[in-house]
């Protein structure tokens, strides 16, 4: 569904499709669309802070060609395309690429990707959910996929739990030749599914194992291996200085790593004391970098805090789960993980998103209890209403929540946010917009 964030109106919706035939849902094997829709992206870094942004350099020009011509196509596009490639900077020995900026007023086509239960993959226009082609084969039906991601005409997601009998492990979709390849690994992909390096190298975490994939070929270029523990989020990777790719990830004995990708088979650069009590599934990991450059780490956390765990700012007593956060500091001339803060306590927290010095963070309220043979049922009657927070990013202190807003609680996805607006998506099937009011 499109829906308009203005009006709160949907402005399209669009069926695609179901395997039939499949096991019964249950909670581990849902059925149906288990991964979220996502846009093609980049994986270079951002451009510094800094750079003039983007001016009109000529007179205004209508996207509608000349008589007879019609309006832009897809040809003009990857002219267009080309001329940026060809205009960006060149790149240092030893330095990373960074993403060309783009105009927000260029003309471009732009699409929404999606894997329905029947394996096939989407590719529909934002405007109005067409599909200007068929959709392509890529996973078995009735598989669990999770972590969808689209970069360099490629689409790359995971698959977890075994159902549909499709096996665990990495997959990929090159959009032009439509070939496809495989990963398969030897425990369940853990986390929100892939981290992507600068260079579109591909990081999944399954058991005790760290993977560096090839975008191509999905070959291993490499691997780290955690001793006597597994982990339980997916990593996340970022820059650390001008030279260096840093990645940290989270394991099941409520402890944080901080490794260096470049030479992933070696031991950690640093390793926090555990932050969590409780086997907690981390799920996926935030980071960010403040107007003084310090690179932050942040991880949300089940059940009560872990003690020793060092957090130099509290926020009350936490019983059900938090939000923590640590520092990437040098120490002894290596990059070093330091405590920083926790949050207020909150009931399951979901990974959160840092936006202009303000994490997000939804406390979703479920119920995450062991027992395998608790029914979904069950567990919705023990859950809560989920609460939006808004949290100060250097100490973690509450700056605002929703409240009673939130009538249901949240099952599966996370936050999003854009426009001024951050968005949750609740089990009830409700759709909530929170930011500043505007005029229209």
């Given at each position: 569904?499109?829906i308009d964030?203005?009006?709160a109106?949907?402005?399209w919706e669009?069926?695609?499709?179901?395997?039939?035939?499949?096991?019964?849902?249950s909670l581990t094997?849902?059925?149906?669309?288990?991964?979220?829709v996502?846009?093609p992206?980049?994986?270079?870094?951002?451009?510094?802070?800094?750079?003039?942004?983007?001016?009109?350099?000529q007179p205004?020009?209508?996207?509608?060609?000349?008589?007879?011509?019609?309006?832009?196509?897809?040809?003009?596009?990857e002219?267009?395309?080309?001329?940026?490639?060809?205009q960006?900077?060149?790149v240092?020995?030893?330095?990373?690429?960074?993403?060309?900026?783009?105009?927000?007023?260029a003309?471009?086509v732009?699409?929404?990707?999606?894997?329905s239960?029947?394996g096939?993959?989407?590719s529909?226009?934002?405007?109005?959910g067409?599909e200007?082609?068929?959709?392509?084969?890529?996973?078995?039906?009735n598989?669990?996929?999770?972590?969808?991601?689209?970069?360099n005409?490629?689409?790359?997601?995971?698959?977890?739990n075994g159902?549909?009998?499709?096996?665990n492990g990495?997959?990929?979709?090159?959009?032009?030749s439509?070939?496809?390849?495989?990963w398969e690994?030897?425990?369940?992909?853990?986390?929100?599914?892939?981290?992507?390096?600068p260079?579109?190298?591909?990081?999944?975490?399954?058991?005790?194992?760290l993977?560096?994939l090839?975008?191509?070929?999905l070959?291993?270029?490499?691997a780290?291996?955690a001793?006597?523990?597994?982990f339980?989020?997916?990593p996340?990777?970022?820059?650390?200085?001008?030279?260096?790719?840093l990645l940290?990830i989270a394991?099941?004995?409520?402890?944080?790593?901080?490794?260096?990708p470049a030479?992933?088979?070696?031991?950690?650069?640093?390793?926090?004391?555990a932050?969590?009590?409780?086997?907690?599934?981390?799920g996926?990991?935030?980071?960010?970098?403040?107007?003084d450059?310090?690179?932050?780490?942040?991880a949300?956390?089940?059940?009560?805090?872990a003690?020793?765990?060092?957090?130099?700012?509290?926020?009350g007593?936490?019983?059900n789960g938090?939000i923590?956060?640590w520092?990437?500091?040098e120490?002894?001339?290596?990059?070093a993980?330091?405590?920083?803060?926790?949050s207020r306590?909150?009931?399951?927290?979901?990974?959160p998103?840092?936006?202009?010095d303000?994490?997000?963070?939804?406390?979703s309220?479920e119920f995450r209890g062991?027992d395998?043979?608790m029914?979904?049922?069950e567990?919705?009657?023990?859950?809560?209403?989920?609460?939006?927070?808004?949290l100060?990013?250097?100490?973690?202190?509450?700056?605002w929540?929703s409240?009673?807003?939130?009538?249901?609680?949240?099952?599966s996805?996370?936050?999003?946010?854009g426009g001024?607006r951050?968005?949750?998506?609740t089990?009830?099937g409700t759709?909530?917009?929170?930011?500043?009011?505007?005029e229209?």
């Amino acid at each position: 569904m499109a829906i308009d964030t203005d009006l709160a109106r949907i402005e399209w919706e669009k069926s695609l499709g179901s395997a039939s035939g499949g096991p019964a849902p249950s909670l581990t094997c849902p059925g149906g669309m288990t991964s979220e829709v996502t846009r093609p992206t980049l994986v270079e870094y951002p451009a510094m802070a800094g750079r003039r942004g983007f001016g009109r350099g000529q007179p205004a020009a209508s996207g509608v060609g000349e008589p007879h011509q019609g309006a832009v196509t897809l040809r003009e596009r990857e002219e267009r395309e080309a001329r940026l490639a060809a205009q960006a900077p060149s790149v240092a020995p030893g330095s990373r690429p960074r993403a060309v900026p783009v105009s927000p007023f260029a003309p471009v086509v732009r699409y929404l990707h999606a894997i329905s239960s029947d394996g096939k993959f989407h590719s529909m226009y934002v405007s109005n959910g067409d599909e200007p082609d068929a959709a392509v084969p890529f996973l078995p039906p009735n598989a669990n996929a999770q972590g969808l991601v689209v970069f360099n005409d490629n689409a790359y997601v995971a698959t977890v739990n075994g159902c549909g009998g499709v096996p665990n492990g990495v997959w990929a979709l090159n959009l032009k030749s439509k070939k496809v390849s495989q990963w398969e690994a030897s425990a369940n992909i853990v986390g929100a599914g892939l981290a992507v390096g600068p260079d579109g190298t591909l990081y999944a975490a399954a058991g005790s194992k760290l993977a560096a994939l090839d975008p191509a070929t999905l070959k291993e270029k490499a691997a780290y291996t955690a001793a006597n523990r597994e982990f339980s989020s997916s990593p996340v990777i970022f820059e650390h200085g001008e030279d260096k790719d840093l990645l940290a990830i989270a394991t099941s004995d409520g402890r944080m790593q901080l490794l260096n990708p470049a030479a992933l088979g070696q031991k950690p650069l640093s390793e926090t004391s555990a932050f969590s009590a409780a086997g907690y599934a981390t799920g996926a990991l935030a980071a960010w970098q403040d107007a003084d450059g310090t690179r932050w780490v942040l991880a949300p956390a089940g059940g009560s805090a872990a003690s020793g765990a060092g957090f130099a700012s509290t926020n009350g007593d936490v019983k059900n789960g938090a939000i923590v956060a640590w520092k990437v500091v040098e120490r002894g001339g290596a990059p070093a993980l330091e405590a920083a803060w926790a949050s207020r306590d909150m009931i399951s927290p979901l990974p959160p998103i840092v936006i202009n010095d303000v994490v997000f963070v939804v406390a979703s309220g479920e119920f995450r209890g062991n027992d395998p043979k608790m029914t979904a049922a069950e567990r919705v009657k023990r859950s809560s209403p989920a609460v939006l927070y808004a949290l100060d990013a250097a100490t973690g202190k509450e700056l605002w929540s929703s409240g009673n807003t939130i009538t249901s609680f949240v099952h599966s996805g996370g936050l999003s946010g854009g426009g001024s607006r951050v968005y949750v998506s609740t089990h009830d099937g409700t759709q909530y917009a929170f930011g500043f009011p505007i005029e229209h």
